[in-house]
């Protein structure tokens, strides 16, 4: 089997990819997914309390506008539902392939294509666009002695919903952003919840509140007013990336964190473990208004001493104290920084992504690598935010790539791949703008940081200054497969 296009994933990045592909007319086009269903992080998180901390009418696609959110910061199963109506209202089903596992991808020099295998067989496509997430696959952490453990283990993004904790003892390993929204659901069940805290996260109050029946109906009647709403939500978070570049403005800001905290929780013993040494935005900067409370009731404790070991039925902490659990819940995030495809997609001289970046992931705009033709990656090296919605990043690269298939289609030439230099040269303004940043000089180590320790996951900058450097497809950029062969 041939395609034009073949696309990596079903989440916002894939889905999106697709509309916009059909919305200009390529309609030769395939969805590789290797779940059941469309959805990415939004169909596979579905531990107790998931939702979004961007508010709904951002974290939602620009060219398909949803009136009907209920809530002003969406749950997964309201966000799942969108993605499912996107692939169903654009006509997406009949692209999709589920059940299909990429496993491997080589770039074929003599036919100019891509030679992809798929646990369902191999196929070959022209384009290849790798729309798996970033937070597709989880991080499991090397304790002596996890792999040995006699009750449940299981990590945030694969929950086992089969698992009854009523009246379980509960360790939790992590405190990211998954942790600190399944804590407060699990606690008040369980008997007992041990929270093995590395580093504390800074947290905020988070926004709540619901979406009315009268503006939803106000929407579906008038979708500039929803726009606006957009716009609205848009403005003031784009200005908090001020913070993140100005660690002086950050530390301030975090002394809303700090009161935050105060007011939760009242003894000082537990307030100290709970607060960061490092400054606000160094880590993800967590929303919550019930994880602080959770942590202060009497069936919790947080132990700050580390893992010695895991054994049959309990956990040893660094202090030698041993902890019997009838399950262990990871909260331990991801790592987007290493891709698992990265390790199987081979370009012009056979070498991987993976050995090409050598543990610091770069990209030409965060999409396209010199090396590897007519390859785009959405949600590559330094496309991450930590202030706003991703998705808007995300339609920035969308569309560079509709740019990118509107040229080849245009000039009749096979592909494009982008120029060593100009990827360079990008890649070195992206050093000049991450440095003195809160991201590398926050005092903290982060999943932001790759193995080098570069910033290749953050977008350092307001993201309309991306949006207009990416948007545009600029050919000069670029070399083409019919321009090397002449």
Same mark, same amino acid.
């Given at each position: 089997?041939?395609?034009?296009?073949?696309?990596?994933?079903?989440?916002?990045?894939?889905?999106?990819?697709?509309?916009?592909?059909?919305?200009?007319?390529?309609?030769?086009?395939?969805?590789?997914?290797?779940?059941?269903?469309?959805?990415?992080?939004?169909?596979?998180?579905?531990?107790?309390?998931?939702?979004?901390?961007?508010?709904?009418?951002?974290?939602?696609?620009?060219?398909?506008?949803?009136?009907?959110?209920?809530?002003?910061?969406?749950?997964?199963?309201?966000?799942?539902?969108?993605?499912?109506?996107?692939?169903?209202?654009?006509?997406?089903?009949?692209?999709?392939?589920?059940?299909?596992?990429?496993?491997?991808?080589?770039?074929?020099?003599?036919?100019?294509?891509?030679?992809?295998?798929?646990?369902?067989?191999?196929?070959?496509?022209?384009?290849?666009?790798?729309?798996?997430?970033?937070?597709?696959?989880?991080?499991?952490?090397?304790?002596?002695?996890?792999?040995?453990?006699?009750?449940?283990?299981?990590?945030?993004?694969?929950?086992?919903?089969?698992?009854?904790?009523?009246?379980?003892?509960?360790?939790?390993?992590?405190?990211?952003?998954?942790?600190?929204?399944?804590?407060?659901?699990?606690?008040?069940?369980?008997?007992?919840?041990?929270?093995?805290?590395?580093?504390?996260?800074?947290? =905020? $109050? %988070?926004?709540? *509140?619901?979406?009315?029946?009268?503006?939803?109906? &106000?929407? /579906? #009647?008038?979708?500039? !007013?929803? +726009?606006?709403?957009?716009?609205?939500?848009? =403005? $003031? %978070?784009?200005? *908090?990336?001020?913070?993140?570049?100005?660690?002086? &403005?950050? /530390? #301030?800001?975090?002394? !809303?964190? +700090?009161?935050?905290?105060?007011?939760?929780?009242?003894?000082?013993?537990?307030?100290?473990?709970?607060?960061?040494?490092?400054?606000?935005?160094?880590?993800?900067?967590? !929303?919550?208004?019930?994880?602080?409370?959770?942590?202060?009731?009497?069936?919790?404790?947080?132990?700050?001493?580390?893992?010695?070991?895991?054994?049959?039925?309990?956990?040893?902490?660094?202090?030698?104290?041993?902890?019997?659990?009838?399950?262990?819940?990871?909260?331990?995030?991801?790592?987007?920084?290493?891709?698992?495809?990265?390790?199987?997609?081979?370009?012009?001289?056979?070498?991987?992504?993976?050995?090409?970046?050598?543990?610091?992931?770069?990209?030409?705009?965060?999409?396209?690598?010199?090396?590897?033709?007519?390859?785009?990656?959405?949600?590559?090296?330094?496309?991450?935010?930590?202030?706003?919605?991703?998705?808007?990043?995300?339609?920035?690269?969308?569309?560079?790539?509709?740019?990118?298939?509107?040229?080849?289609?245009?000039?009749?030439?096979?592909?494009?791949?982008?120029?060593?230099?100009?990827?360079?040269?990008?890649?070195?303004?992206?050093?000049?703008?991450?440095?003195?940043?809160?991201?590398?000089?926050?005092?903290?180590?982060?999943?932001?940081?790759?193995?080098?320790?570069?910033?290749?996951?953050?977008?350092?900058?307001?993201?309309?200054?991306?949006?207009?450097?990416?948007?545009?497809?600029?050919?000069?950029?670029?070399?083409?497969?019919?321009?090397?062969?002449?």
């Amino acid at each position: 089997m041939h395609t034009h296009v073949a696309i990596v994933g079903s989440g916002f990045s894939g889905l999106g990819a697709a509309i916009r592909l059909k919305q200009e007319g390529f309609s030769d086009f395939v969805l590789l997914e290797r779940a059941d269903d469309v959805g990415g992080t939004w169909r596979d998180n579905r531990y107790p309390g998931c939702a979004c901390d961007v508010a709904s009418h951002l974290y939602s696609l620009s060219f398909a506008p949803n009136p009907d959110w209920t809530d002003r910061y969406s749950g997964q199963a309201e966000i799942w539902r969108y993605l499912q109506k996107c692939a169903d209202d654009f006509g997406l089903r009949p692209h999709l392939r589920f059940g299909n596992e990429v496993r491997a991808a080589v770039w074929d020099e003599g036919r100019h294509h891509w030679r992809i295998e798929t646990s369902r067989g191999p196929l070959t496509a022209s384009v290849f666009v790798i729309a798996a997430g970033a937070l597709s696959e989880p991080v499991v952490p090397d304790i002596p002695g996890l792999a040995s453990f006699e009750g449940r283990t299981f990590h945030s993004a694969r929950w086992d919903q089969t698992f009854d904790l009523e009246g379980r003892g509960v360790a939790v390993i992590g405190t990211g952003a998954s942790a600190v929204q399944f804590i407060p659901e699990i606690q008040p069940k369980v008997a007992k919840l041990l929270l093995f805290q590395r580093t504390p996260a800074w947290v =905020l $109050p %988070r926004p709540e *509140g619901k979406i009315g029946a009268w503006q939803r109906r &106000l929407f /579906r #009647r008038f979708p500039f !007013l929803q +726009r606006l709403a957009r716009l609205a939500i848009y =403005l $003031p %978070r784009e200005m *908090g990336v001020l913070l993140f570049r100005h660690p002086w &403005l950050m /530390r #301030r800001a975090q002394l !809303l964190a +700090r009161l935050h905290l105060r007011k939760a929780v009242a003894d000082p013993t537990l307030r100290a473990r709970l607060t960061p040494s490092y400054t606000m935005g160094c880590k993800r900067v967590l !929303l919550s208004n019930t994880y602080y409370p959770a942590l202060t009731r009497p069936n919790v404790s947080v132990l700050t001493t580390g893992i010695r070991e895991v054994r049959a039925r309990s956990i040893v902490d660094g202090e030698g104290a041993e902890h019997a659990v009838d399950a262990i819940i990871l909260g331990t995030g991801f790592r987007p920084t290493d891709p698992p495809l990265s390790a199987t997609v081979r370009g012009r001289q056979g070498r991987t992504l993976r050995e090409v970046w050598a543990g610091s992931p770069e990209a030409h705009l965060g999409t396209t690598v010199s090396g590897f033709p007519n390859l785009f990656l959405l949600l590559g090296p330094n496309t991450g935010v930590g202030h706003t919605s991703v998705v808007y990043m995300i339609e920035a690269q969308i569309e560079h790539l509709v740019g990118a298939l509107r040229f080849m289609r245009a000039q009749g030439v096979e592909g494009v791949e982008p120029r060593s230099e100009a990827q360079a040269e990008y890649v070195s303004s992206l050093y000049r703008r991450t440095a003195g940043t809160v991201w590398v000089a926050g005092g903290c180590r982060s999943w932001y940081l790759d193995r080098t320790g570069r910033s290749s996951a953050i977008w350092p900058d307001f993201t309309w200054r991306y949006r207009r450097r990416v948007a545009r497809f600029r050919p000069r950029e670029y070399v083409t497969l019919a321009q090397e062969s002449t």
